[in-house]
């Protein structure tokens, strides 16, 4: 009976012992199951300039970035001597993107056939106005910098 006995409980160790394995998971699979969590047309912070860095919203810090930003295209065309044969009031599209350094860059341009007659080098006057920015902190996903891309509206208005 002792050995009937000392059978099943050696019988139970080796059978329970089973289920106490842990199992190996491999690093893929932890960076696979990691990547379904992450939104990767999103990011934690937005690119900033130091002066809406004091802002504790994230989103009231991009709209201070944006703004700044506009007022900056705004100082530099107010400085050029515009004349034009026509009324203007139209919008432009600017394709902008900020690199993981800061570096602010107009990819694309998208001017209406009425401002682009009577303002061939508004291109070129905008990607100038980018020299007088300041430094920028680029956009962070999980503290790591990265690149980000927006499209940014610019209402010209030449009476």
């Known amino acids: 009976m002792i050995k009937l006995r000392l ?4 019988a139970l160790c ?6 106490l394995e842990t199992q190996k998971v491999s690093s ?3 960076v696979q199951e990691e990547l379904k969590t992450i939104k990767m047309n999103e990011v934690e912070e937005y690119p900033s300039f130091a002066i809406c860095d004091s802002l504790q919203d994230q989103d009231s810090r ?3 970035f944006k703004a700044e930003l506009a007022l900056n295209f705004q100082r530099q065309l107010s ?13 432009i599209w600017l394709y902008l993107s900020i690199s993981e350094l800061g570096d602010l860059k107009i990819e694309r341009v998208e001017i209406p056939d009425t401002i682009a ?5 508004l291109e070129l006057w905008l990607k100038d106005s980018l020299d007088s920015l300041p430094k920028i902190t680029p956009a962070n996903k999980r503290s790591i910098p990265v690149k980000t891309a927006f499209k940014m509206p610019v209402l010209v208005k030449v009476d």
């Open 117 to 121: 007659l009577q303002l061939p080098e």
């Open 7 to 10: 059978l099943l409980a050696f």
């Open 62 to 64: 991009y709209q201070c």
């Open 14 to 19: 080796i059978t329970s012992c089973k289920d």
């Open 79 to 91: 400085n050029k001597t515009i004349i034009v044969e026509t009324e203007l009031n139209d919008t």
């Open 28 to 30: 893929d699979v932890l």
